[in-house]
C-alpha cells in the first residue's frame, strides 16, 4: 500500500487538474499518529483545498463530488495497473450530483476529451436533463408503474 500512495495522489491530482479543480490537495497515508506519539496501520485520505477547506467534510457538496470523482478515477486508475489487458469502459453514475454549472461543464468536458481517449464505452448514468445534449449517444430509460423501460435510443 505504500508504494500505492504516491501513485494514487499523482492520479487523483491529475484528475482534479483535468477537472479545473487543482485547488483540492489529496494525500494517503498508510499509518495514524495516535495522540499518545504511537502509530496505528489505517488507510487514511486527507483533503485539502487551497481556497480554505482543511478537511473532505468542510468541503462544500459540490467540492466533496469533484474531490470524489477524482479519487474514483485514480482508484480505477490503479486497479487497471494490477490485471492485464486495459478496461475500455466506465460508467459513471450520478457524477453530476450537487454539482455547479462550471463544474458540470468541466466533468462534461473532461469526459468528452481526456476519458474518451482512453475508454471506448462510457456510461453515463444521470436524472440531469439539462446536460443530456452534450452526449452523443444515449438510451433513455424510464420507470413506469415500477417497471423500468427503455423509452428511446438516439
Given amino acids: ?9 499523482q492520479r487523483t491530482a491529475r484528475h482534479l487538474e483535468g477537472l479545473r479543480n487543482s485547488q483540492f490537495k489529496v494525500k494517503f497515508q498508510t499509518v495514524k499518529e495516535l ?15 487551497n481556497t480554505g477547506g482543511s478537511s473532505f467534510d468542510a468541503l462544500s457538496g459540490g467540492e466533496q463530488q469533484i474531490v470524489s470523482f477524482s479519487l ?14 486495459k478496461s475500455n469502459v466506465l460508467i459513471l453514475d450520478e ?11 468541466a466533468v462534461v468536458d473532461y469526459i468528452n476529451s481526456d476519458l474518451r481517449k482512453t475508454r ?35
Avoid: W
Avoid at 72 to 85: F, I, K, N, R, S
Fill in 1 to 9: 500500500m505504500n508504494r500505492a500512495c504516491p501513485y494514487l495522489e
Fill in 35 to 49: 495522540k499518545s506519539g504511537d502509530q496505528k496501520d489505517e488507510f487514511n485520505i486527507r483533503v485539502e483545498s
Fill in 72 to 85: 474514483g478515477m485514480a482508484l480505477a486508475d490503479l486497479a487497471e495497473t494490477q490485471v492485464e489487458g
Fill in 95 to 105: 457524477c453530476f450530483t450537487e454539482l455547479d454549472a462550471i463544474n458540470q461543464e
Fill in 120 to 154: 471506448e464505452t462510457i456510461l453515463i448514468i444521470s436524472n440531469e436533463e439539462h446536460l443530456k445534449s452534450l452526449f452523443p449517444n444515449q438510451i433513455h430509460v424510464v420507470k413506469e408503474n415500477g417497471i423500468s423501460r427503455i423509452k428511446n435510443s438516439v
